[in-house]
Nanobody
Framework: QVHLVESGGGLVQDGDSLRLSCAAS????????MAWFRQTPGKEREFVAS????????YYADSVKGRFTISRERAGYVVNLQMNSLRPEDTATYYC????????????WGRGTLVTVSS
């Protein structure tokens, strides 16, 4: 069974930085891409950033471009999200996701970590 475990959430102030990490584990786990999504109560889950495991190409939502950086640690299937210049509107539960080899979409999800940015 594949597990994705996020860490690093917390309460910060407007303009601060925070780093999220996600570690994937499980027998025979392998991934095409990993990503971060976020969700606030009453809203749809939205894409934040993704990284292709082979090659390392990255993609970002316009709302975080230039402020957030996604990176990977190939040994151990760890993906990080460095978040700088945080804003109150970045407040959300952040979810890690992985697209398994052969899957058409992100089919593995973590339980989420809460990020709160106070003004």
């Amino acid at each position: 069974q594949v597990h994705l475990v996020e860490s690093g959430g917390g309460l910060v102030q407007d303009g601060d930085s925070l780093r999220l990490s996600c570690a994937a584990s499980g027998p025979r786990f392998s991934t095409y891409a990993m990503a971060w999504f976020r969700q606030t109560p009453g809203k749809e889950r939205e894409f934040v950033a993704s990284i292709r495991w082979s090659g390392g190409s990255t993609y970002y939502a316009d709302s975080v471009k230039g402020r957030f950086t996604i990176s990977r640690e190939r040994a151990g299937y760890v993906v990080n999200l460095q978040m700088n210049s945080l804003r109150p509107e970045d407040t959300a539960t952040y979810y890690c996701a992985a697209q398994g080899i052969g899957a058409q979409s992100y089919n593995y999800w973590g339980r989420g970590t809460l990020v709160t940015v106070s003004s």
